[in-house]
């Protein structure tokens, strides 16, 4: 890792460790307009467009200029009217006019062409042999995908309105970014679909979502139509799908404080979207494992990515980071407004739930890059991001952090943007120099990791309690000491408290709370509700951890008072657990005791109390942290089969059936039928018991049957990791494993590429499997990838 040479008090200087993503890309020409019209042939996975693209000249004279667009096959291309040379490589197409572009000129680029693009553009379900996956055709343009579908500057850092005109057999509907203007019957069995944008957005924003779906239309208070697009036959879904949506819409724009930038809003499921969601301008697109029934909306609904992907609308969308060092402006800010909605829609002690996670997925990382920095993961991008933002609400206060927020969108709204502009809006609207806060916690990475111990102490007169603080974390070139301002708590057996903020930032400091009434100490607290991104050690005696427990004001700090109960006996423990079992209402804390307390044949009392909660996810944590089921315990596992959750379901049938087999066909004749949303969970668990039990042929037939390419990729997956726990491979699962290690969606591919390298590893399958690879009648590019699994 190479160190960066600026000097560390240099105003701009980004990060301290070299950043390639640091600078935007060259480009000699500002793209304004783009029209695009386009027709398929699905099933050989061909797009025909006719592309005009207008654009003036950013240099003085322009001799050449460069547009993505790898595996483009131009079929004519025209400049200004007149044929243009042109040159096609690997990456995409330069072009040469006849005469000199020139500063000023309003030029125009048309090319018609064909392409069978791999990325940026996906056929669904065309080449289904059963005819039974749907039939669909998608975009996902981020990063830089959207090239291979349509020839273009493909950069975030130019942005430009769009129009697009799609011909599209009738009995589907399409989707595409801004306002419909046209659905026209051609007569021809083909209908014309136009939309077109009224603002300028990124290449990577423009979107395709195609398919058969019924749509419908509600609306914000503040009037902008929503529309919320489904799968007919899912009728029964909608309302869990979208469930908050209206309230989501109406809090977001409300606390961004800024209005929504565009005309309308759409939503669109998708079937094997190899992400959760994406953010397209006006028309985000989802993973069809979101169109949630009742009991999925239990184990992972839509709520979060809803407002995540359009809290993008304005972080990404509205204002789009410029440079690759710049898309923590986007996903940092997404996810912080989408912990904010869920505020919102749940209540605060989700909240603080969600907000631990994203703290744990922080110091959980080893790559601890910047969250400025391109390179930085996904962890820091996402769920660090958010939570830096949160505490610079914390530094400079909610209202204040909202007009600066307002400041800085309504500043650029439709351009680019960096995060000094970002740190620009907050100094100039506060009068607050916060580069000390951009220098910690944006331009380098890590966190502070404090260790912390307390002291009641009466020294004449004076009484108080005193903190010593240290931060040992390792110093090093990239990784200093903090500065934040942390809170201390003394709360009293009497009932009252004494506080105190301080400013941490010395390796170590030592803070006196006064004790004014010489009250005897309950418990203390070091940075109350977890405000600061951190690791701490701070030994408490049990008698302060119960005092925590039972009375701290913030479930965080209940919760943590139990957690650091994990290693004390359960004989001491248990009849405080128990007590605060009963007084808690959150699912985290209740689920900490009864895993705490599982192995302790004392504590079934507290386990039958959670395995019966009335709480979904405390009765899903029982079961999923369960090893042994004892026969005492039996019948209160036994409800679980019929649970509101189907992960509960599908791990209670696993587990009831290993610790009582003999009860195996019991417990399938209780699930039976029941199939589960995201990849048939339940179903397929039950056919891998019951294939287990008692090798039932026709479970064996349709258990294979799932692996095909006739079903989504989370069916898929799930099937093959069945089949090989069940260590069962032959032709079918082979055949349809190959045509899955090819596919564009990694989330299939690399599932099935550990089937066929689980199988291949044994002895008598090598030769069936490098002889239908060495046969099998596929592309240059899958051949590739195909060698690549019995290399």
């Known amino acids: 890792m190479t160190l960066c040479s600026q000097g560390i008090a240099q105003h701009y200087n980004t990060t301290y460790l070299y950043d390639p993503g640091v600078s935007m890309q060259d480009h000699n020409l500002d793209f304004t307009y783009m029209r695009l019209a386009i027709e398929f042939v699905p099933e050989k996975g061909l797009v025909k467009g006719n592309i005009t693209h207008y654009f003036t000249p950013l240099r ?56 069978y693009p791999r990325k940026g553009i996906y056929f669904i379900g065309w ?35 769009t129009e697009l005109l799609v011909k599209f057999p009738q009995g589907y509907k399409v989707l595409s970014n801004g306002v419909k203007m046209e659905e026209k019957d051609l007569g021809n069995g083909n209908v014309l679909w136009h939309y077109k944008m009224s603002h300028p957005h990124a290449s990577y924003l423009v979107m395709l979502g195609i398919g058969k779906y019924d749509v419908k239309e509600t609306h914000a208070a503040s009037g902008v139509p929503l529309y919320q697009w489904y799968y007919p036959e899912w009728k029964d879904r909608y309302d869990y799908t979208y469930k908050y949506n209206e309230k989501v819409f109406n809090f977001l724009e409300s606390e961004i404080g800024v209005p929504y930038g565009w005309e309308s809003y759409s939503q669109i499921p998708v079937q094997d979207f190899m992400y959760g969601a994406m953010e ?55 996810t912080h407004y989408n912990l904010q909605a869920e505020r919102e829609c749940f209540g605060q002690d989700y909240f603080d739930w969600s907000r631990r996670q994203a703290y744990l997925a922080a110091i959980n990382t080893t790559d601890k890059k910047a969250i400025s920095h391109s ?141 004014k009434h010489n009250a005897a100490i309950s418990y203390v607290l070091f940075d109350p509700n977890s405000q600061v991104l951190k690791t701490v050690s701070f030994d408490k ?12 004001h913030h479930m965080l700090d209940r919760y943590d008072a139990v957690y650091a109960m994990r290693g004390i006996a359960a004989e001491k423990k248990r009849d405080l657990l128990k007590k605060v079992y009963q007084a808690s209402t959150f699912h985290a804390i209740k689920t900490e005791i009864a895993t705490q307390l599982l192995d302790d044949k004392g504590s079934e009392g507290i386990i039958r109390m959670a395995l019966h909660d009335k709480d979904v996810q405390v009765r899903k944590g029982v079961i999923t942290n369960t090893k042994k089921i004892s026969s005492s315990l039996m019948a209160d596992y036994e409800p679980l089969l019929q649970d509101s959750s189907y992960i509960t379901i599908a791990t209670a049938l696993e587990k009831l059936c290993f610790n009582f087999p003999g009860n195996t066909q019991k417990y399938l004749a209780a699930t039976k039928g029941i199939e589960g949303t995201v990849g048939r969970n339940v179903l397929v668990k039950w056919q891998e018991i019951s294939i287990n039990d008692h090798n039932d042929k026709s479970d064996l037939v349709q258990l294979i049957n799932l692996t095909s390419q006739s079903y989504e990729f989370l069916t898929r997956t799930n099937a093959m990791a069945a089949l090989r726990r069940l260590n069962y491979f032959d032709e079918k699962v082979l055949a349809n494993c190959l045509n899955a290690c090819v596919s564009a969606n990694g989330r299939l591919s690399g599932p099935a590429t550990e089937t066929i390298k689980y199988f291949y590893a044994q002895d008598k399958y090598k030769k069936q499997i490098a002889d239908a690879i060495n046969t099998a009648n596929v592309t240059a590019k899958d051949r590739e990838v195909l060698n690549k699994l019995i290399e």
């Open 127 to 161: 080449s289904d042999p059963n005819n039974l996956s749907r039939k669909q055709i998608w975009t996902q343009g981020e990063g830089i995908d959207n090239r291979n579908w349509f020839p273009c500057y493909d950069w975030a850092n130019d942005k430009f309105v």
């Open 375 to 515: 390179q930085t993961p996904t962890s820091n991008l996402y769920q660090k991001g958010s939570v830096v933002l949160e505490m610079l609400k914390y530094v400079t206060g909610h209202e204040e952090f909202r007009r600066s927020i307002k400041r800085y969108l309504l500043a650029h709204k439709y351009g680019n943007v960096d995060g000094n502009e970002l740190l620009d809006a907050f100094q100039d609207e506060l009068g607050m120099p916060l580069q000390w806060f951009w220098d910690e916690w944006i331009y380098r990475g890590g966190e502070p990791d404090y260790k912390v111990s307390y002291e009641d102490i009466i020294s004449g007169s004076q009484h108080y309690t005193q903190f010593v603080v240290s931060q040992v974390q390792p110093l090093n070139e990239v990784l200093g000491l903090f500065k934040m301002p942390i809170d201390f708590e003394v709360h009293y057996a009497d009932g009252t408290t004494d506080k105190k903020t301080e400013w941490i930032e010395k390796e170590t400091q030592i803070v006196k709370v006064p004790n």
């Open 541 to 552: 005696p049990f008698e302060m951890l119960k005092a925590q427990a039972l009375h701290a």
């Open 280 to 334: 397209n301008t006006t028309a985000t697109l989802f993973g069809d494992f979101f169109e949630v029934d009742a009991r999925s909306y239990n184990d992972r609904n839509y709520v979060s990515v809803n407002a995540h992907e359009l809290a993008h609308q304005w972080f990404g969308d509205l204002v789009t980071g410029r440079a690759p060092n710049c898309i923590w402006l986007q996903e940092s800010f997404a």
């Open 60 to 115: 003085q004279q322009v001799d050449s200029f460069f547009l993505n667009g790898p595996g483009i096959i131009i079929k004519t291309a025209t400049l200004n009217g007149k044929p243009v040379t042109y040159k096609t490589t690997d990456e995409g197409i330069s072009f040469y006019p006849a005469h000199t572009l020139r500063y000023g000129d309003a030029d125009s680029l048309n090319i018609v062409y064909d392409a």
